[in-house]
């Protein structure tokens, strides 16, 4: 039986594992969980679920005699874990990553924001240490369903994007969206801030470089299109112009279980499609004047590593201004241009780097907004 180990497993992600793992506690057990301050649910999963160990930002002691407060850095380390899942957001959340990673444990990773800011440094740490990393995210998790291991001979790697709450609204009329608007996502059901980059479609950018970095593929050989339904998540064209793609429902549940199940194939899985009922299955290009933040991005990513950095950095502080109603929505691609366009990131990247580019555009945020 596998231990299981979730990291922020009161988010939307984190619930679902815990869902997974409960329906096969044949197969898995839920050996900890930890959150950052959502407390009362934590407690409420501890009393459910009944982990070993669980720990939360706050370092609160629930005292109970049969699960035991522990420190993340010490649980992700333990040698009894078989499997980590990290479903915390933020780039900020990478101590844990970089410390299971070290202590060479298979991990499976929903957080864009740490692999798009520190993936050189993750995929180099994963190479020396023995440690394997499984996509859970959808799109990337549905390339590694298509190539299987067989990366050499792919021609190009096809994104898709639903284009988020505003799809069919154009970007000038968006001036008096709420972050209650644009929360409402048409057809997956996250966390706030991914549910944000996919209104901007920075979350497509930042899948780009996560299937860059997880499966060595140049960014010049990734592509996005529009696809409405959601229901094919990524495409893989091989060399010879034969093409595979992933299709399923928008459940996370599907790519969670891949990951859980990285050694071998039993999963239980019951939400399938039914393709007689499919009616159609549309595929677009991006309109790169309706999505400004992507327009800028997609051209500033092939900079460097650097550069990719400050972009992931720039843009999680401006979500969480906009989700505190700090900015507007329409002007989060400006500030995003200001933020970056005049500045250089050509040094080697690492983590003195990383943090000191984090206080440099804070720092001119705020001075532009006088915050």
């Known amino acids: 039986m596998k231990k299981i180990v979730i990291i922020g497993s009161t988010g939307s992600i984190g619930v679902q594992t815990l869902e997974v793992c409960s329906s096969n506690s044949n197969e898995f057990e839920i050996y900890a969980i930890t959150a950052g301050e959502n407390i009362e649910k934590l407690e409420t999963q501890i009393a459910k679920y009944k982990p070993k160990y669980y720990d939360n930002l706050p370092k609160i002691d629930f005292n109970l005699s049969n699960s035991k407060l522990l420190d993340s850095e010490k649980i992700v380390s333990a040698k009894d874990v078989d499997f980590i899942l990290f479903a915390s957001s933020g780039s900020q959340a990478h101590i844990p990553i970089f410390k299971a990673i070290q202590s060479g444990k298979n991990i499976g990773l929903t957080n864009k924001e740490v692999i798009v800011t520190y993936g050189p440094i993750i995929m180099e740490d994963a190479k020396k240490f023995g440690s394997n990393i499984y996509p859970v995210d959808s799109e990337p998790s549905a390339i590694w369903q298509c190539i299987d291991g067989k990366n050499k001979d792919i021609s190009k790697i096809i994104l898709t994007a639903s284009g988020g709450a505003f799809r069919d609204i154009s970007f ?6 709420t972050p209650e608007q644009a929360k409402k996502h048409p057809n997956w059901d996250m966390g706030e801030k991914i549910t944000i980059d996919s209104s901007t479609m920075m979350n497509k950018i930042f899948e780009i470089v996560e299937t860059s970095y997880l499966f060595d593929i140049p960014i010049e050989k990734i592509e996005v299109l529009i696809h409405r339904e959601s229901l094919v998540h990524s495409m893989v064209e091989f060399s010879d112009g034969s093409v595979k793609a992933q299709i399923s429902k928008t459940d996370m549940r599907l790519p969670i279980q891949h990951a859980l199940n990285y050694d071998s194939q039993n999963l239980n899985y019951q939400n399938k499609l039914d393709f007689s ?26 900079k ?14 401006l979500v969480d201004m906009f989700l505190n109603e700090k900015i507007s929505y329409i002007s989060i691609p400006n500030l995003m241009k200001f933020a ?12 003195d780097n990383i943090i000191e580019i984090r206080e440099i555009i804070k720092s001119k945020i705020s001075h532009k907004l006088n915050l």
Request: include cysteine.
């Open 172 to 177: 000038n009329d968006l001036k008096d969206i």
């Open 277 to 302: 009922k499919l009616n159609n299955l549309s595929f677009n290009p991006v309109d790169r004047k309706k999505y400004p933040c992507y327009d800028f991005a997609i051209d500033y990513i092939k």
């Open 304 to 317: 460097g590593p650097l550069y990719i950095s400050a972009l992931s950095i720039t843009n999680e502080i």
């Open 340 to 351: 970056l366009d005049t500045e250089k990131f050509d040094d080697e990247i690492n983590f």
